[in-house]
């Protein structure tokens, strides 16, 4: 079943401003993972935070976990250009590595 | 050194004909998926392959979809005569266990 779902948002942003997307999802997770998808290609890996994690840092992303709200956010700082793609989160409900995604972010950034 | 392959990258064929997708993972790697992503669309999953254990077949929509890996290595989806709602991009993923999934660029299929 479909878990990780993003505000249906379509990001459009100056470049060097913040970014950030929201992915809710409905049942217990052992991790939560966000993908990134630039235009006509697959998905590309990253970051994933796991259920008993609050936060975590990737360069310039920064993920949040709450799991009393069933919620997470990723926040890009000091966007790119080429940060330009769609951002998708997806939950492993129970460690099997099975992974559930959401619709997915679009996120525009203009130079 | 190589990623996922995927092709063809592009198939087109009219409603009824049969067609496959190959996947070609990243060598190592015992876990291979098949994701269906239609237009804007998030991911809808269909099957999963976890090294010698049966498949989770739990997302294929309907019968007429099938998939097989052989040796471990290399994935074939195989769908029979396919309907226009099954045009969408067919992405692959493989992964060593427990591990992120690493994709392939995808096959689009349009049905005619």
């Known amino acids: 079943s479909q878990q990780g779902e993003e505000d249906p948002q379509a990001l459009s942003i100056q470049e060097g401003e913040n970014a950030t997307m929201n992915c809710s999802y409905k049942?217990?997770?052992?991790?939560l993972q966000w993908y990134r998808q630039n235009s006509g290609r697959g998905l590309v890996h990253l970051i994933l935070?796991?259920?008993?994690?609050r936060e975590k840092h990737s360069g310039r992303l920064r993920v949040t976990l709450d799991t009393s709200k069933k919620s997470s956010s990723l926040l890009i700082t000091a966007s790119r250009a080429a940060d330009t793609a769609s951002y998708f989160c997806?939950?492993?409900?129970?460690?099997?590595?099975?992974?559930?995604f959401g619709k997915g972010n679009q996120v525009v950034v203009i130079p | 050194g190589a990623g996922v392959s995927q092709s063809p990258s592009n198939k087109v064929t009219e409603k009824g004909k049969d067609v496959e997708l190959r996947c070609d993972p990243i060598?190592?790697?015992?876990?291979l998926y098949w994701y269906r992503q239609s237009l804007g669309q998030g991911l809808e999953f269909l099957i999963y392959?976890?090294?010698?254990?049966?498949?989770?077949k739990s997302g294929l929509p309907s019968d007429r979809f099938s998939a097989e890996r052989t040796g471990g290595s290399v994935s074939t989806l195989t769908i029979q005569r396919t309907q226009q709602e099954d045009s969408a991009v067919y992405l692959c993923?493989?992964?060593?266990?427990?591990?992120?999934?690493?994709f392939g660029n995808g096959t689009r299929l349009t049905v005619t």
């Open positions: 993923a493989s992964s060593p266990p427990w591990s992120p999934l690493h």
């Open positions: 049942t217990s997770i052992n991790n």
């Open positions: 935070i796991r259920s008993n994690e």
């Open positions: 997806a939950t492993d409900a129970d460690g099997n590595n099975r992974l559930a």
């Open positions: 060598s190592g790697h015992t876990a």
């Open positions: 392959f976890q090294g010698n254990s049966a498949p989770d």
